[in-house]
Protein backbone atom coordinates (compact mmCIF):
# COMPACT_ATOMS: atom_id res chain seq x y z
CA UNK A 1 0.00 0.00 0.00
CA UNK A 2 2.39 2.74 1.01
CA UNK A 3 4.79 1.93 -2.67
CA UNK A 4 1.96 2.38 -4.68
CA UNK A 5 0.40 5.45 -2.17
CA UNK A 6 4.26 6.59 -3.72
CA UNK A 7 3.43 6.20 -7.31
CA UNK A 8 0.13 7.31 -7.14
CA UNK A 9 1.70 10.73 -6.35
CA UNK A 10 4.43 12.78 -7.81
CA UNK A 11 5.72 16.67 -7.07
CA UNK A 12 4.12 18.66 -5.17
CA UNK A 13 1.51 15.94 -4.56
CA UNK A 14 -0.07 15.82 -7.48
CA UNK A 15 -1.87 12.91 -8.70
CA UNK A 16 -0.02 11.02 -12.25
CA UNK A 17 -3.77 11.69 -13.90
CA UNK A 18 -2.72 15.35 -13.86
CA UNK A 19 0.37 15.31 -15.98
CA UNK A 20 -1.03 12.27 -18.34
CA UNK A 21 -4.28 14.85 -18.97
CA UNK A 22 -1.82 17.77 -19.59
CA UNK A 23 -0.02 15.52 -21.96
CA UNK A 24 -2.95 14.24 -23.66
CA UNK A 25 -4.27 17.91 -23.85
CA UNK A 26 -0.94 19.15 -25.09
CA UNK A 27 -1.54 16.14 -28.13
CA UNK A 28 -4.71 17.08 -28.99
CA UNK A 29 -3.87 20.35 -29.65
CA UNK A 30 -0.81 19.44 -31.66
CA UNK A 31 -2.92 17.09 -34.10
CA UNK A 32 -5.52 19.97 -34.05
CA UNK A 33 -3.26 22.67 -35.27
CA UNK A 34 -1.41 20.38 -37.84
CA UNK A 35 -4.43 19.05 -39.00
CA UNK A 36 -4.70 22.67 -40.32
CA UNK A 37 -1.38 22.53 -42.47
CA UNK A 38 -1.53 18.70 -43.95
CA UNK A 39 -2.15 20.19 -47.47
CA UNK A 40 -0.04 22.97 -47.68
CA UNK A 41 2.55 22.14 -50.98
CA UNK A 42 5.85 20.22 -50.56
CA UNK A 43 8.98 22.35 -50.60
CA UNK A 44 12.10 21.40 -52.33
CA UNK A 45 13.81 19.76 -49.35
CA UNK A 46 10.40 17.39 -48.98
CA UNK A 47 10.34 17.22 -52.52
CA UNK A 48 13.66 15.62 -52.81
CA UNK A 49 12.31 12.96 -49.72
CA UNK A 50 9.75 12.40 -51.42
CA UNK A 51 10.93 11.23 -55.05
CA UNK A 52 13.62 9.44 -53.38
CA UNK A 53 10.75 7.98 -50.99
CA UNK A 54 9.69 6.92 -54.90
CA UNK A 55 12.25 5.82 -56.30
CA UNK A 56 12.99 2.83 -53.64
CA UNK A 57 9.53 2.18 -53.79
CA UNK A 58 10.26 1.30 -57.26
CA UNK A 59 12.97 -0.64 -56.45
CA UNK A 60 15.86 2.26 -57.05
CA UNK A 61 18.84 2.76 -54.85
CA UNK A 62 19.45 6.71 -53.69
CA UNK A 63 22.82 7.85 -55.23
CA UNK A 64 22.54 5.67 -58.25
CA UNK A 65 19.07 6.64 -59.59
CA UNK A 66 19.43 10.38 -57.83
CA UNK A 67 22.10 12.23 -56.20
CA UNK A 68 22.18 14.39 -53.17
CA UNK A 69 24.36 14.79 -50.17
CA UNK A 70 21.82 13.33 -47.27
CA UNK A 71 22.42 10.28 -45.52
CA UNK A 72 19.99 8.08 -46.97
CA UNK A 73 17.43 7.30 -43.28
CA UNK A 74 15.40 9.77 -44.37
CA UNK A 75 14.71 8.82 -47.82
CA UNK A 76 13.86 5.42 -46.23
CA UNK A 77 11.91 6.91 -43.76
CA UNK A 78 9.76 8.97 -46.34
CA UNK A 79 9.75 5.60 -48.09
CA UNK A 80 8.08 3.84 -45.19
CA UNK A 81 5.58 6.57 -44.67
CA UNK A 82 4.51 6.86 -48.47
CA UNK A 83 3.85 3.18 -48.26
CA UNK A 84 1.35 3.66 -45.42
CA UNK A 85 -0.25 6.69 -46.42
CA UNK A 86 -0.03 7.22 -49.71
CA UNK A 87 1.75 9.45 -52.00
CA UNK A 88 0.57 13.00 -51.44
CA UNK A 89 1.87 15.97 -49.58
CA UNK A 90 -1.06 15.20 -46.82
CA UNK A 91 0.54 11.53 -46.42
CA UNK A 92 3.62 13.05 -45.79
CA UNK A 93 2.60 15.89 -43.26
CA UNK A 94 0.32 13.00 -41.56
CA UNK A 95 3.76 11.09 -41.48
CA UNK A 96 5.30 14.16 -39.65
CA UNK A 97 2.43 14.48 -37.30
CA UNK A 98 2.76 10.79 -35.86
CA UNK A 99 6.70 11.56 -35.08
CA UNK A 100 6.13 14.59 -34.15
CA UNK A 101 3.35 13.08 -31.38
CA UNK A 102 5.78 10.52 -30.79
CA UNK A 103 8.94 13.42 -29.87
CA UNK A 104 6.58 15.14 -27.63
CA UNK A 105 5.84 11.97 -25.32
CA UNK A 106 9.89 11.21 -25.20
CA UNK A 107 10.45 15.19 -24.39
CA UNK A 108 8.21 14.79 -21.74
CA UNK A 109 9.84 11.41 -20.49
CA UNK A 110 12.67 13.29 -20.81
CA UNK A 111 11.72 16.22 -18.45
CA UNK A 112 10.38 13.79 -15.82
CA UNK A 113 13.65 11.91 -15.60
CA UNK A 114 15.90 14.82 -15.52
CA UNK A 115 14.04 16.61 -13.19
CA UNK A 116 10.03 15.97 -12.14
CA UNK A 117 6.19 15.87 -14.13
CA UNK A 118 6.54 20.01 -13.46
CA UNK A 119 9.54 19.97 -16.15
CA UNK A 120 8.13 17.01 -18.56
CA UNK A 121 4.58 18.63 -19.27
CA UNK A 122 5.94 22.54 -19.73
CA UNK A 123 8.38 20.91 -21.82
CA UNK A 124 6.80 18.76 -24.28
CA UNK A 125 4.10 21.68 -24.44
CA UNK A 126 7.45 24.07 -25.33
CA UNK A 127 8.56 21.42 -27.80
CA UNK A 128 4.96 20.94 -29.40
CA UNK A 129 4.92 25.13 -30.27
CA UNK A 130 8.76 25.27 -31.24
CA UNK A 131 8.56 22.38 -33.52
CA UNK A 132 5.72 23.80 -35.53
CA UNK A 133 7.14 27.69 -35.71
CA UNK A 134 7.23 29.06 -38.98
CA UNK A 135 10.79 30.62 -38.32
CA UNK A 136 12.43 26.91 -38.41
CA UNK A 137 9.91 26.15 -41.06
CA UNK A 138 8.87 23.31 -38.24
CA UNK A 139 5.73 22.74 -40.34
CA UNK A 140 8.12 20.82 -43.16
CA UNK A 141 9.05 17.06 -43.07
CA UNK A 142 12.08 17.90 -43.07
CA UNK A 143 15.21 15.84 -42.39
CA UNK A 144 15.52 17.14 -38.64
CA UNK A 145 12.28 15.72 -37.15
CA UNK A 146 13.27 12.06 -38.12
CA UNK A 147 16.66 12.96 -36.89
CA UNK A 148 15.18 14.24 -33.27
CA UNK A 149 13.16 11.17 -32.16
CA UNK A 150 15.62 8.90 -32.44
CA UNK A 151 18.12 10.96 -31.01
CA UNK A 152 15.91 12.03 -27.94
CA UNK A 153 15.20 8.26 -26.84
CA UNK A 154 19.15 8.05 -26.83
CA UNK A 155 19.45 10.59 -25.07
CA UNK A 156 16.67 9.81 -22.72
CA UNK A 157 18.25 5.99 -22.28
CA UNK A 158 21.44 8.46 -21.73
CA UNK A 159 19.90 10.22 -18.44
CA UNK A 160 18.70 6.67 -17.37
CA UNK A 161 22.33 5.13 -16.90
CA UNK A 162 21.75 4.95 -12.86
CA UNK A 163 19.06 2.87 -12.81
CA UNK A 164 20.70 -0.15 -12.74
CA UNK A 165 21.04 -1.40 -16.13
CA UNK A 166 23.73 0.67 -17.41
CA UNK A 167 24.69 -1.48 -20.36
CA UNK A 168 21.08 -1.77 -22.07
CA UNK A 169 21.04 1.59 -21.61
CA UNK A 170 24.27 2.67 -23.06
CA UNK A 171 23.86 0.24 -26.03
CA UNK A 172 19.99 1.60 -26.61
CA UNK A 173 21.61 4.63 -26.14
CA UNK A 174 24.47 4.18 -29.06
CA UNK A 175 22.27 2.37 -31.21
CA UNK A 176 19.20 5.29 -31.17
CA UNK A 177 22.11 7.75 -31.86
CA UNK A 178 23.58 6.14 -34.74
CA UNK A 179 20.06 5.73 -35.83
CA UNK A 180 19.70 10.13 -35.92
CA UNK A 181 23.14 9.82 -37.73
CA UNK A 182 21.92 7.98 -40.66
CA UNK A 183 19.22 10.48 -40.83
CA UNK A 184 21.34 13.41 -41.34
CA UNK A 185 25.35 13.96 -40.52
CA UNK A 186 24.57 16.95 -38.55
CA UNK A 187 23.21 14.02 -35.78
CA UNK A 188 27.33 13.35 -35.15
CA UNK A 189 27.28 16.30 -32.61
CA UNK A 190 25.07 14.10 -30.37
CA UNK A 191 27.05 10.97 -31.21
CA UNK A 192 30.13 12.73 -29.83
CA UNK A 193 27.83 14.00 -26.72
CA UNK A 194 26.53 10.26 -25.94
CA UNK A 195 30.26 9.08 -26.43
CA UNK A 196 31.60 12.03 -24.12
CA UNK A 197 28.64 11.56 -21.29
CA UNK A 198 29.14 7.89 -20.91
CA UNK A 199 32.94 8.17 -20.41
CA UNK A 200 32.41 10.94 -17.84
CA UNK A 201 29.13 8.99 -15.71
CA UNK A 202 31.45 5.79 -15.83
CA UNK A 203 34.65 7.42 -14.02
CA UNK A 204 32.89 9.50 -11.68
CA UNK A 205 30.27 6.30 -10.58
CA UNK A 206 32.49 3.65 -11.33
CA UNK A 207 36.38 2.60 -12.50
CA UNK A 208 38.23 3.45 -15.64
CA UNK A 209 37.93 -0.39 -16.64
CA UNK A 210 34.13 0.14 -16.65
CA UNK A 211 34.70 3.01 -18.45
CA UNK A 212 36.53 2.22 -20.94
CA UNK A 213 34.39 -1.45 -21.54
CA UNK A 214 31.05 0.98 -21.31
CA UNK A 215 32.43 3.65 -23.99
CA UNK A 216 33.72 0.58 -26.51
CA UNK A 217 29.61 -0.51 -26.44
CA UNK A 218 28.39 2.34 -26.78
CA UNK A 219 30.91 2.96 -29.67
CA UNK A 220 30.24 0.07 -31.16
CA UNK A 221 26.53 0.35 -30.88
CA UNK A 222 26.56 4.06 -32.29
CA UNK A 223 28.55 3.08 -35.39
CA UNK A 224 26.47 -0.23 -36.70
CA UNK A 225 23.46 1.96 -38.51
CA UNK A 226 26.43 3.50 -40.25
CA UNK A 227 28.42 0.53 -41.21
CA UNK A 228 24.70 -1.30 -42.29
CA UNK A 229 24.59 1.69 -44.53
CA UNK A 230 27.63 0.89 -45.70
CA UNK A 231 27.70 -2.51 -46.42
CA UNK A 232 24.17 -2.42 -48.21
CA UNK A 233 25.58 0.27 -50.29
CA UNK A 234 28.32 -1.39 -51.08
CA UNK A 235 25.97 -4.72 -52.17
CA UNK A 236 24.21 -2.85 -54.58
CA UNK A 237 26.97 -1.07 -55.78
CA UNK A 238 26.02 2.24 -54.90
CA UNK A 239 29.04 3.03 -52.20
CA UNK A 240 31.33 4.95 -54.77
CA UNK A 241 28.36 7.54 -55.53
CA UNK A 242 27.35 7.15 -52.28
CA UNK A 243 29.98 7.95 -50.53
CA UNK A 244 30.92 10.84 -53.03
CA UNK A 245 27.78 12.55 -52.36
CA UNK A 246 27.48 12.35 -48.71
CA UNK A 247 31.63 12.99 -47.60
CA UNK A 248 33.03 14.10 -50.61
CA UNK A 249 31.07 17.10 -52.11
CA UNK A 250 29.46 17.03 -48.36
CA UNK A 251 32.61 18.25 -47.87
CA UNK A 252 33.11 21.19 -49.91
CA UNK A 253 29.18 22.24 -48.94
CA UNK A 254 29.85 22.99 -45.98
CA UNK A 255 32.96 25.27 -46.56
CA UNK A 256 31.77 27.16 -49.40
CA UNK A 257 30.23 29.75 -47.40
CA UNK A 258 32.82 32.10 -45.93
CA UNK A 259 33.51 32.83 -42.12
CA UNK A 260 31.66 36.44 -42.28
CA UNK A 261 28.35 35.33 -44.68
CA UNK A 262 28.14 32.79 -42.01
CA UNK A 263 27.92 34.89 -39.08
CA UNK A 264 25.64 37.22 -40.72
CA UNK A 265 23.30 33.83 -41.52
CA UNK A 266 23.72 32.80 -37.94
CA UNK A 267 23.14 36.40 -36.69
CA UNK A 268 19.59 37.01 -38.87
CA UNK A 269 18.28 33.06 -38.02
CA UNK A 270 19.14 33.58 -34.17
CA UNK A 271 16.98 36.49 -34.11
CA UNK A 272 14.29 35.04 -36.18
CA UNK A 273 13.93 32.19 -34.08
CA UNK A 274 14.01 33.80 -30.54
CA UNK A 275 11.93 36.56 -32.06
CA UNK A 276 9.22 34.15 -33.25
CA UNK A 277 8.16 33.02 -29.29
CA UNK A 278 9.71 35.07 -27.10
CA UNK A 279 7.67 33.76 -23.87
CA UNK A 280 9.40 31.05 -24.42
CA UNK A 281 12.54 31.59 -25.01
CA UNK A 282 12.58 33.75 -22.04
CA UNK A 283 11.56 30.68 -19.87
CA UNK A 284 14.20 29.09 -21.40
CA UNK A 285 16.74 31.42 -20.33
CA UNK A 286 15.72 31.41 -17.06
CA UNK A 287 16.02 27.43 -17.00
CA UNK A 288 19.92 28.00 -18.06
CA UNK A 289 20.23 29.79 -14.99
CA UNK A 290 18.11 27.63 -12.32
CA UNK A 291 21.23 25.26 -11.52
CA UNK A 292 22.43 28.35 -9.20
CA UNK A 293 19.70 28.69 -7.42
CA UNK A 294 17.32 25.36 -7.48
CA UNK A 295 19.12 22.45 -5.87
CA UNK A 296 16.97 19.87 -7.98
CA UNK A 297 18.07 21.45 -11.53
CA UNK A 298 21.44 21.69 -10.50
CA UNK A 299 21.68 17.79 -9.53
CA UNK A 300 21.08 17.42 -13.71
CA UNK A 301 22.86 20.74 -14.44
CA UNK A 302 26.27 18.79 -16.14
CA UNK A 303 23.98 16.81 -18.20
CA UNK A 304 21.48 19.47 -19.77
CA UNK A 305 24.36 22.00 -20.28
CA UNK A 306 26.21 18.79 -22.14
CA UNK A 307 23.20 18.31 -24.12
CA UNK A 308 22.61 21.88 -25.06
CA UNK A 309 25.88 22.64 -25.95
CA UNK A 310 25.66 19.63 -28.19
CA UNK A 311 22.36 20.85 -29.71
CA UNK A 312 24.36 24.00 -30.82
CA UNK A 313 27.03 22.47 -32.40
CA UNK A 314 24.71 20.14 -34.50
CA UNK A 315 22.88 23.33 -35.97
CA UNK A 316 26.64 24.86 -36.55
CA UNK A 317 27.79 22.42 -38.30
CA UNK A 318 29.77 23.34 -41.40
CA UNK A 319 29.79 27.35 -42.02
CA UNK A 320 25.93 26.92 -43.15
CA UNK A 321 22.85 27.89 -41.53
CA UNK A 322 19.15 27.29 -43.06
CA UNK A 323 15.98 27.73 -41.03
CA UNK A 324 15.14 24.37 -40.56
CA UNK A 325 18.63 23.35 -38.74
CA UNK A 326 17.54 25.59 -35.45
CA UNK A 327 14.83 22.59 -35.02
CA UNK A 328 18.02 20.64 -33.90
CA UNK A 329 18.10 23.21 -30.84
CA UNK A 330 14.21 23.27 -29.89
CA UNK A 331 13.92 19.68 -27.39
CA UNK A 332 17.33 20.98 -25.36
CA UNK A 333 15.78 24.66 -25.33
CA UNK A 334 12.11 23.12 -24.21
CA UNK A 335 13.84 21.01 -21.95
CA UNK A 336 15.42 24.53 -20.45
CA UNK A 337 12.01 25.72 -20.17
CA UNK A 338 10.20 22.59 -18.35
CA UNK A 339 13.73 23.67 -15.83
CA UNK A 340 12.45 26.91 -15.40
CA UNK A 341 9.01 26.13 -14.53
CA UNK A 342 9.61 23.34 -12.08
CA UNK A 343 11.96 25.87 -10.37
CA UNK A 344 9.78 28.57 -10.09
CA UNK A 345 6.77 26.31 -8.54
CA UNK A 346 8.98 25.07 -5.70
CA UNK A 347 10.35 28.33 -4.87
CA UNK A 348 6.63 29.48 -5.20
CA UNK A 349 6.00 26.78 -2.56
CA UNK A 350 7.09 29.07 0.28
CA UNK A 351 4.37 31.43 -0.93
CA UNK A 352 1.60 28.81 0.04
CA UNK A 353 0.16 25.66 -2.04
CA UNK A 354 -2.48 27.75 -4.18
CA UNK A 355 0.58 29.99 -5.37
CA UNK A 356 3.19 27.12 -6.57
CA UNK A 357 -0.31 25.47 -8.25
CA UNK A 358 -0.68 28.35 -9.87
CA UNK A 359 3.31 29.05 -11.33
CA UNK A 360 3.23 25.13 -11.94
CA UNK A 361 0.04 25.38 -14.49
CA UNK A 362 -0.37 28.86 -15.43
CA UNK A 363 2.88 29.80 -16.71
CA UNK A 364 3.10 27.23 -19.01
CA UNK A 365 -0.75 28.32 -20.00
CA UNK A 366 0.51 31.93 -20.84
CA UNK A 367 3.74 30.85 -22.10
CA UNK A 368 1.78 28.89 -24.99
CA UNK A 369 -0.96 31.27 -25.30
CA UNK A 370 1.01 33.96 -26.21
CA UNK A 371 2.96 31.83 -28.51
CA UNK A 372 0.03 30.54 -30.31
CA UNK A 373 -0.95 33.83 -30.55
CA UNK A 374 2.13 35.54 -32.10
CA UNK A 375 2.29 32.58 -34.18
CA UNK A 376 -1.85 32.86 -35.05
CA UNK A 377 -1.20 33.41 -39.23
CA UNK A 378 1.09 30.58 -39.78
CA UNK A 379 -0.91 28.28 -37.80
CA UNK A 380 -4.31 29.60 -39.29
CA UNK A 381 -3.85 30.69 -42.83
CA UNK A 382 -6.39 31.75 -45.63
CA UNK A 383 -5.46 29.05 -47.72
CA UNK A 384 -2.56 26.23 -48.34
CA UNK A 385 -0.85 28.46 -51.05
CA UNK A 386 -1.10 31.48 -49.29
CA UNK A 387 0.89 30.17 -46.40
CA UNK A 388 3.30 28.49 -48.87
CA UNK A 389 3.89 32.15 -50.47
CA UNK A 390 3.89 33.75 -47.14
CA UNK A 391 7.08 31.30 -46.09
CA UNK A 392 8.54 30.51 -49.12
CA UNK A 393 7.82 34.02 -51.68
CA UNK A 394 8.23 33.49 -54.53
CA UNK A 395 9.12 30.14 -54.90
CA UNK A 396 7.24 27.08 -57.19
CA UNK A 397 5.73 25.17 -54.52
CA UNK A 398 2.01 25.58 -55.35
CA UNK A 399 2.83 25.90 -58.81
CA UNK A 400 4.35 22.27 -58.88
CA UNK A 401 1.39 20.48 -57.68
CA UNK A 402 -0.12 21.78 -61.28
CA UNK A 403 2.80 21.07 -63.34
CA UNK A 404 3.15 17.32 -61.92
CA UNK A 405 -0.64 16.96 -62.66
CA UNK A 406 -0.43 18.13 -65.92
CA UNK A 407 2.68 15.66 -66.60
CA UNK A 408 1.08 12.89 -65.10
CA UNK A 409 -2.08 13.60 -67.49
CA UNK A 410 -0.11 13.42 -70.44
CA UNK A 411 2.56 11.02 -70.07
CA UNK A 412 3.17 7.09 -69.65
CA UNK A 413 3.62 5.79 -66.29
CA UNK A 414 7.64 5.01 -66.69
CA UNK A 415 8.02 7.55 -69.18
CA UNK A 416 11.04 9.97 -68.23
CA UNK A 417 10.64 13.81 -67.83
CA UNK A 418 13.71 16.15 -66.85
CA UNK A 419 13.50 19.60 -64.62
CA UNK A 420 16.10 22.39 -65.20
CA UNK A 421 15.96 23.75 -61.94
CA UNK A 422 16.20 22.61 -58.18
CA UNK A 423 12.18 21.25 -57.92
CA UNK A 424 12.57 17.68 -57.26
CA UNK A 425 8.93 18.04 -56.20
CA UNK A 426 7.59 18.08 -59.48
CA UNK A 427 9.02 14.66 -60.26
CA UNK A 428 7.12 13.53 -56.89
CA UNK A 429 4.37 15.26 -57.88
CA UNK A 430 4.10 13.88 -61.41
CA UNK A 431 5.14 10.72 -60.22
CA UNK A 432 7.37 10.34 -63.44
CA UNK A 433 11.16 9.17 -63.00
CA UNK A 434 13.74 11.88 -63.84
CA UNK A 435 15.76 11.43 -67.19
CA UNK A 436 19.11 12.51 -64.98
CA UNK A 437 20.61 12.07 -61.85
CA UNK A 438 20.69 15.48 -60.97
CA UNK A 439 17.52 16.78 -59.60
CA UNK A 440 19.07 20.15 -57.66
CA UNK A 441 20.94 22.93 -59.48
CA UNK A 442 22.99 24.11 -56.87
CA UNK A 443 26.08 21.81 -56.90
CA UNK A 444 26.46 22.44 -60.45
CA UNK A 445 26.68 26.27 -59.70
CA UNK A 446 28.68 26.00 -56.53
CA UNK A 447 32.72 26.62 -56.47
CA UNK A 448 33.99 23.63 -56.12
CA UNK A 449 36.41 21.44 -58.56
CA UNK A 450 33.32 19.36 -59.38
CA UNK A 451 30.90 21.47 -60.73
CA UNK A 452 31.98 21.45 -64.45
CA UNK A 453 31.92 17.52 -64.18
CA UNK A 454 28.71 17.75 -62.61
CA UNK A 455 27.46 19.80 -65.77
CA UNK A 456 29.01 17.44 -68.15
CA UNK A 457 27.28 14.72 -66.49
CA UNK A 458 23.92 15.98 -66.80
CA UNK A 459 24.43 17.12 -70.19
CA UNK A 460 25.23 13.95 -71.50
CA UNK A 461 22.23 12.22 -69.35
CA UNK A 462 19.91 14.24 -71.24
CA UNK A 463 21.38 13.73 -74.45
CA UNK A 464 21.47 10.36 -73.92
CA UNK A 465 17.83 10.22 -72.77
CA UNK A 466 16.13 12.80 -74.94
CA UNK A 467 13.09 12.75 -72.41
CA UNK A 468 9.77 14.17 -74.54
CA UNK A 469 9.11 17.02 -71.56
CA UNK A 470 11.32 19.61 -70.22
CA UNK A 471 10.46 21.46 -67.65
CA UNK A 472 12.47 25.27 -67.17
CA UNK A 473 12.46 26.63 -63.88
CA UNK A 474 12.94 30.45 -63.79
CA UNK A 475 13.37 31.64 -60.98
CA UNK A 476 16.42 32.72 -58.96
CA UNK A 477 16.12 30.62 -55.88
CA UNK A 478 16.10 27.44 -58.01
CA UNK A 479 19.34 28.16 -59.30
CA UNK A 480 21.36 30.18 -56.74
CA UNK A 481 23.57 31.33 -59.98
CA UNK A 482 27.19 32.85 -58.79
CA UNK A 483 29.85 35.17 -60.80
CA UNK A 484 31.92 32.24 -60.54
CA UNK A 485 29.69 29.19 -61.53
CA UNK A 486 30.23 26.80 -64.48
CA UNK A 487 28.52 28.32 -67.03
CA UNK A 488 28.15 24.70 -69.62
CA UNK A 489 24.39 23.82 -68.74
CA UNK A 490 22.53 27.04 -69.29
CA UNK A 491 23.83 27.61 -72.67
CA UNK A 492 23.09 24.09 -73.94
CA UNK A 493 19.34 24.05 -72.49
CA UNK A 494 18.77 27.38 -74.89
CA UNK A 495 20.42 25.32 -77.89
CA UNK A 496 18.44 22.10 -77.01
CA UNK A 497 15.18 24.36 -76.72
CA UNK A 498 15.09 26.33 -79.43
CA UNK A 499 16.23 22.75 -82.04
CA UNK A 500 14.39 20.46 -80.63
CA UNK A 501 11.76 21.64 -78.11
CA UNK A 502 8.28 23.66 -78.55
CA UNK A 503 6.54 25.30 -75.08
CA UNK A 504 3.36 23.72 -74.16
CA UNK A 505 3.01 24.90 -70.45
CA UNK A 506 3.23 28.05 -68.76
CA UNK A 507 3.35 28.86 -64.93
CA UNK A 508 3.48 32.51 -64.13
CA UNK A 509 4.44 33.77 -60.98
CA UNK A 510 3.19 37.55 -60.39
CA UNK A 511 3.45 39.04 -57.40
CA UNK A 512 0.48 39.58 -55.32
CA UNK A 513 -1.72 37.81 -58.10
CA UNK A 514 -2.60 34.24 -58.46
CA UNK A 515 -1.02 32.37 -60.46
CA UNK A 516 -1.78 32.51 -64.46
CA UNK A 517 -1.52 29.02 -66.32
CA UNK A 518 -0.98 28.77 -69.84
CA UNK A 519 -1.43 25.44 -71.96
CA UNK A 520 -0.78 24.24 -75.49
CA UNK A 521 -0.95 26.72 -77.91
CA UNK A 522 -1.52 29.42 -75.12
CA UNK A 523 1.63 29.00 -73.32
CA UNK A 524 3.73 30.02 -76.17
CA UNK A 525 3.46 33.81 -75.29
CA UNK A 526 6.16 36.11 -73.57
CA UNK A 527 5.78 36.25 -69.49
CA UNK A 528 4.71 39.06 -67.87
CA UNK A 529 6.90 38.06 -64.92
CA UNK A 530 10.24 37.39 -64.36
CA UNK A 531 9.27 34.46 -61.91
CA UNK A 532 8.18 31.34 -64.31
CA UNK A 533 8.04 27.86 -64.93
CA UNK A 534 7.65 26.66 -68.56
CA UNK A 535 7.02 23.21 -70.05
CA UNK A 536 8.41 22.05 -73.14
CA UNK A 537 7.30 19.31 -75.57
CA UNK A 538 9.73 17.46 -78.00
CA UNK A 539 8.95 18.52 -81.73
CA UNK A 540 10.14 14.81 -82.96
Known amino acids: MALSATRARTDGGHAVWGPRLALATIIVLTVVLRTGLLSVPLERDEGEYAYMGQLILRGEIPYVAAHNMKLPGVYYGYAAILAVFGQSETAIRLGLLLINVATIVVVYRLGRTLVDETAGVSAAAAYALLSLSHATLGLTANAEHFVILPMLAGVLALARLDDGRRYRHVAMAGVLLGIAYVMKQHAAAFVAFGALWVVVDAVRRRSLRDAFVETLAFAAAALAPFALVCLLMYAAGAFEPFWFWTFTYAREYVTILPLGGALGELRRDVAWTTGSAPALWLLAALGATAAWWDPRARRRAGFVAAFTLASCVAVATGTRFTEHYFLLLMPAVSVLVGLAVSALARAAESAGPAIATSVRVGLPIVAVALTIAQERPFLFPTSPVALSRVLY ?97 LPWVERTLNTDYDQVGLAEIVPGEETVYRWDAAADVPPRSRYFVAIFRRRS
Open 393 to 489: GKNPFPEAVEIGRWLREHTAPDEKIAVIGSEPEIYFYAQRPAATTYIYMYPMMEPHPFARRMQEDMIAELERARPRYLVVVNVDWSWSRRAESVDLL
